[in-house]
T-cell receptor, first 116, second 115 residues
Framework: AQSVTQLGSHVSVSEGALVLLRCNYS??????LFWYVQYPNQGLQLLLK??????LVKGINGFEAEFKKSETSFHLTKPSAHMSDAAEYFC??????????????FGQGTILTVHP | NAGVMQNPRHLVRRRGQEARLRCSPM?????VYWYRQLPEEGLKFMVY????????ESGMPKERFSAEFPKEGPSILRIQQVVRGDSAAYFC?????????????FGPGTRLLVL
């Protein structure tokens, strides 16, 4: 069975600082990986996804993530944090093929706080 | 192009009552997923439906919970005889295809509070 671990339930950065949110997966075969963002009282919005093309994936709002098979990681980064980035971020996986029908397994989430 | 719609956005029920949560997928999408977000937890898959068919309900509690996606109308998640532990945010997502590369688009959620 696959699983996702997000290291750090809370991350706090200053405005303009680097954002690094960590995600590690556990799967016998590299899965497809996604990062979603959730603003308070809203649904989830897709930031980016890895589907085995380029290992460095660029998403919306200046975010990007790099798939590293050797480290089973898919960390999310943004060079310069903005106040509007404050939200909860979820890493998710779905296995390749099989009968998963694309259902997602989510990590526990990381709440990002951005200080002025 | 309207996104995924869910209603109601907030629902309050007393223990023992029934809760009905509705989800209208994006236009052109015929695949619906339901997820539950319990307090202090991530989202957990509940059920995957296509029109008139339940394909995967491996995440649904065995009792009191049911889901449907009729030929016409929204998908419905029904919780009978609610208990306090059912208090959570319930999210619906839809996709064009049931494929692992396909993006799932999420609705705003229904926040259920059981008193």
């Amino acid at each position: 069975a696959q699983s996702v671990t997000q290291l750090g339930s809370h991350v706090s950065v200053s405005e303009g600082a680097l954002v690094l949110l960590r995600c590690n997966y556990s799967s016998s075969v590299p899965p497809y990986l996604f990062w979603y963002v959730q603003y308070p009282n809203q649904g989830l919005q897709l930031l980016l996804k890895y589907t085995s093309a380029a290992t460095l994936v660029k998403g919306i709002n200046g975010f990007e993530a790099e798939f590293k098979k050797s480290e089973t990681s898919f960390h999310l980064t943004k060079p310069s944090a903005h106040m509007s980035d404050a939200a909860e971020y979820f890493c998710a996986v779905t296995p390749r093929g099989g009968t998963s029908y694309g259902k997602l397994t989510f990590g526990q989430g990381t709440i990002l706080t951005v200080h002025p | 192009n309207a996104g995924v719609m869910q209603n109601p956005r907030h629902l309050v029920r007393r223990r023992g009552q029934e809760a009905r949560l509705r989800c209208s997928p994006m236009k052109g999408h015929s695949h619906v997923y339901w997820y539950r977000q319990l307090p202090e937890e991530g989202l957990k898959f509940m059920v995957y439906l296509q029109k008139e068919n339940i394909i995967d309900e491996s995440g649904m509690p065995k009792e009191r919970f049911s889901a449907e996606f009729p030929k016409e109308g929204p998908s419905i998640l029904r919780i009978q005889q609610v208990v306090r532990g059912d208090s959570a945010a319930y999210f619906c997502a839809s996709s064009y295809r049931p494929h692992y590369q396909e993006t799932q688009y999420f609705g705003p959620g229904t926040r259920l509070l059981v008193l």
